[in-house]
């Protein structure tokens, strides 16, 4: 199993772990921040799209 390092502390950890053994970080390898981060842009993405078309009817 390949080992993977905390985006925090860069410990390594095994991939199945859940909190840093480190740093206590709840979130080692930045999967839920980019989730988070994936979220915004499409969001942002939705508003631009509203925005456009908007525009385009007026
Ligand atoms: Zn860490």
Known sequence: MPLL???DCN???SP????CSGCQSQDPFGTKRREKR???VL?????LGV???GMTNT
């Open 38 to 40: 994936f979220k915004l």
């Open 16 to 19: 199945t772990t859940e909190v």
């Open 51 to 53: 925005i456009s078309v």
């Open 5 to 7: 390092g905390c985006v």
């Open 11 to 13: 410990k390594v950890l």
């Open 43 to 47: 969001l942002l993405m939705l508003i």
